[in-house]
């Protein structure tokens, strides 16, 4: 499932994508796998729990509820069954925080968002209590797994049996052919594990690199000579196999595995001198170029695809949010293959980018009201480092009026940071602004 998809005539990016740009499927840790139906919690519609995604949008679209950081609830269908059962208790203003959007323009233009997170108690206990239950659970399948003496297994790479105990296969594997999973006590779910290695091997794909290769010797050379022979840590469909991953609300394994590292150095001199900084790594608007300098991207931007950020900000009087928000919005048009400019939709990226610039389209923009919208606050890309760069010569605080006797939170006044730290806005609200 990709980060976006089309939703009858309407398309919607569900999550925040990430570069470098590609079809992956996150593994859940937070998703329940025995196909309950999940109820909406403020009507009586339910959905699949294959279709989580369907039901987040119904409930921004019709209801104006945003659940933040849906992907950290461990059980989202009790998640659900308990605040549907608490909104006929209370209001859900007692529960959630109020945004309201456009709070600057007028009255009929304006509408109220509710967004349910962690930062209530409440919320918090609930899925501590969700993590701590998943945990308990994923533990037990671990013991049974650890205590099972009726695994039988061939080996994926060269087809030696092994009955017993999953440990016997996986020490063989390590040994025989450097290829290393972890430790045995480590892992869980084995046999499904084990069945995603090898559905990835008989379809001719690189377990490290994803590559699809035309057979299997061409495979193996590939994975000897490139030691491929192992799986690659940074894909997230395997972060359900590893217990830690289930140790800490919202903490992935690499997380964790660095806290521990930290309590090992804490009492050593804090000594910066020799530290590096990770280079900036921007990636172009129009294709995949990647560069570790600003300036570098904003050259080849104009060289290449005729486009000159600087500029547009000069013609168009941009203020530092406007700027973000025109970023976001080009970066999401260019996802989607639809011209910001004209709106025409293509089969491909690079047909779309050839069109922007035959056609002078690259430079011009559409009614500054069709992009200058609350959604396009929130990054298309969560790692946009094109984002980092922008500036803005002239305060914005001039004209602001931040002071409201109502208790919202605005979406275009000076407190953006709780709205910015619920990625889940990021996921659900972009689809609402293109259809005023």
């Given at each position: 499932?990709?980060?976006?998809h089309?939703?009858?005539?309407?398309?919607?990016?569900?999550?925040?994508?990430?570069?470098?740009?590609?079809?992956?499927?996150?593994?859940?840790?937070?998703?329940?796998?025995?196909?309950?139906?999940?109820?909406?919690?403020?009507?009586?519609?339910?959905?699949?729990?294959?279709?989580k995604?369907?039901?987040?949008?119904?409930?921004?679209?019709?209801?104006?509820?945003?659940?933040?950081?849906?992907?950290?609830?461990?059980?989202?269908?009790?998640?659900?069954?308990?605040?549907?059962?608490?909104?006929?208790?209370?209001p859900?203003?007692?529960?959630?925080?109020?945004?309201?959007?456009?709070?600057?323009?007028?009255?009929e233009?304006q509408?109220?968002y509710f967004l349910?997170?962690?930062?209530?108690?409440?919320?918090?206990?609930?899925?501590?209590?969700?993590?701590?239950r998943?945990?308990?659970?994923?533990?037990?399948?671990?013991?049974?797994?650890?205590?099972d003496?009726?695994?039988?297994?061939?080996?994926?790479?060269?087809n030696?049996?092994f009955?017993?105990?999953?440990?016997?296969?996986?020490?063989?594997?390590?040994?025989?052919?450097?290829?290393?999973i972890?430790?045995?006590?480590?892992?869980?779910?084995?046999?499904?594990?084990?069945?995603?290695?090898?559905?990835?091997?008989?379809?001719?794909?690189?377990l490290?690199?994803?590559?699809?290769?035309?057979?299997?010797?061409?495979?193996?050379d590939?994975?000897?000579?490139?030691?491929?022979?192992?799986?690659?840590?940074?894909?997230?469909?395997?972060?359900?196999?590893?217990?830690?991953?289930?140790?800490e609300?919202?903490?992935?394994?690499?997380?964790?595995?660095?806290?521990?590292?930290?309590?090992?150095?804490?009492?050593?001199?804090d000594?910066?001198?020799?530290w590096?900084?990770?280079?900036?790594?921007?990636v172009?608007?129009?294709?995949?170029?990647?560069?570790?300098?600003?300036?570098k991207?904003?050259?080849?931007?104009?060289?290449?695809?005729?486009?000159?950020?600087?500029?547009?900000?000069?013609?168009?009087?941009?203020?530092?949010?406007?700027?973000?928000?025109?970023?976001?919005?080009?970066?999401?048009?260019?996802h989607?293959?639809?011209?910001?400019?004209?709106?025409?939709?293509?089969?491909?990226?690079?047909?779309l980018?050839?069109?922007?610039?035959?056609?002078?389209?690259?430079?011009?923009?559409?009614?500054?009201?069709?992009?200058?919208?609350?959604?396009?606050?929130?990054?298309?890309?969560?790692?946009?480092?094109?984002?980092?760069?922008?500036?803005?010569?002239?305060?914005?605080?001039?004209?602001?009026?931040?002071?409201?006797?109502?208790?919202?939170?605005?979406?275009?006044?000076s407190?953006?940071?709780?709205?910015?730290?619920?990625s889940?806005l990021?996921?659900?609200?972009?689809?609402?602004g293109?259809?005023?």
């Amino acid at each position: 499932m990709r980060n976006s998809h089309l939703t009858g005539n309407q398309d919607c990016i569900l999550e925040p994508l990430c570069f470098p740009e590609q079809l992956c499927v996150s593994a859940s840790l937070a998703s329940s796998s025995d196909g309950r139906p999940v109820p909406c919690a403020l009507c009586s519609d339910s959905f699949p729990a294959s279709e989580k995604d369907q039901l987040l949008k119904h409930m921004v679209l019709d209801h104006k509820l945003v659940i933040a950081d849906v992907k950290l609830i461990a059980d989202f269908p009790r998640y659900m069954l308990y605040w549907k059962k608490r909104f006929t208790e209370q209001p859900m203003t007692d529960f959630c925080s109020v945004i309201k959007t456009n709070s600057e323009g007028p009255v009929e233009q304006q509408e109220h968002y509710f967004l349910l997170c962690d930062a209530l108690p409440e919320d918090r206990i609930l899925r501590e209590q969700l993590q701590q239950r998943r945990l308990e659970e994923v533990l037990d399948q671990q013991q049974k797994e650890r205590d099972d003496t009726t695994f039988h297994r061939a080996c994926m790479f060269c087809n030696e049996e092994f009955t017993g105990n999953r440990s016997s296969l996986l020490n063989h594997m390590a040994k025989e052919h450097s290829f290393s999973i972890g430790l045995p006590d480590n892992i869980v779910y084995c046999n499904e594990f084990l069945n995603t290695l090898e559905w990835k091997l008989e379809n001719m794909h690189c377990l490290y690199c994803e590559k699809t290769f035309r057979d299997k010797t061409t495979l193996k050379d590939h994975m000897r000579k490139k030691q491929h022979r192992r799986i690659n840590a940074r894909n997230h469909d395997y972060d359900r196999f590893y217990v830690i991953n289930y140790l800490e609300l919202g903490k992935t394994w690499e997380e964790v595995q660095s806290e521990d590292d930290r309590e090992l150095f804490e009492d050593e001199n804090d000594d910066w001198s020799d530290w590096q900084a990770h280079p900036v790594c921007a990636v172009c608007l129009f294709c995949e170029k990647q560069a570790e300098t600003m300036e570098k991207i904003y050259t080849h931007m104009e060289e290449t695809h005729e486009f000159n950020l600087h500029k547009l900000k000069t013609d168009l009087s941009l203020k530092f949010y406007q700027q973000v928000k025109l970023v976001n919005y080009i970066r999401r048009e260019l996802h989607q293959c639809r011209c910001y400019c004209c709106q025409e939709k293509f089969e491909a990226k690079e047909e779309l980018v050839q069109h922007l610039v035959s056609t002078g389209h690259v430079m011009r923009m559409p009614e500054v009201s069709h992009w200058d919208q609350p959604q396009y606050y929130f990054p298309t890309y969560e790692n946009d480092a094109l984002l980092t760069a922008l500036s803005d010569s002239e305060s914005e605080s001039e004209g602001r009026n931040p002071s409201s006797e109502v208790p919202v939170i605005a979406e275009d006044i000076s407190n953006l940071k709780v709205i910015k730290q619920t990625s889940v806005l990021n996921k659900l609200l972009k689809d609402r602004g293109g259809s005023n």
